[in-house]
């Protein structure tokens, strides 16, 4: 086999691409050995004995398995963080993702007649200071308190 390094030069300035990208048919290499003009090799990319190869594009797997796993709630340790805790959440949001269903329990509880009003305005401004972290929380503290219940 001869070396056709000058037809791989000539046909990637043809074809306007770079070397590694040029390819020729290995059934007929001896073909293209003859190949020794410009003109040579353009017939030769006509005839389809030497083409280019498709340009190598940039995997995204790795960026879809890491995006998966970031919408799963993984990869947000400390190691992750850049931010304050409180860029990433803002108090008020945090605030209002607990009061608002403490708030909601306790007005289930006054419809359905478990508290009575007086109760409900009670634990709505305890609810409002902050002292309760949940539902679970003020269900637990009315409990102690005897004004609810225990639930089987």
């Given at each position: 086999m001869s070396d056709l390094k000058n037809q791989?030069?000539?046909a990637a300035e043809v074809l306007k691409c770079g070397e590694n990208r040029v390819w020729m048919n290995p059934d007929k290499l001896e073909e293209v050995a003859e190949c020794i003009t410009r003109a040579d090799?353009?017939?030769?990319?006509?005839s389809g004995?030497?083409?280019?190869?498709?340009?190598?594009?940039?995997?995204r797997a790795r960026i879809r398995y890491v995006a998966?796993?970031?919408a799963s709630g993984k990869r947000k340790g400390p190691g992750s963080r850049k931010?304050?805790?409180?860029?990433?959440v803002r108090d008020k949001e945090r605030w209002m993702a607990t009061i608002r269903p403490i708030r909601a329990e306790l007005k289930a509880m006054r419809a359905?007649?478990?508290i009575t009003p007086a109760v409900y305005r009670?634990?709505?401004?305890?609810?409002?200071?902050?002292?309760f972290k949940s539902r679970r929380h003020l269900k637990q503290h009315m409990i102690a308190a005897g004004h609810l219940k225990e639930e089987i």
């Open positions: 791989r030069r000539m090799i353009r017939t030769a990319v006509a004995l030497i083409k280019a190869k498709p340009k190598n594009g940039t995997s998966g796993q970031k931010g304050t805790a409180n860029a990433r359905d007649g478990t009670l634990y709505y401004r305890k609810a409002k200071g902050g002292l």
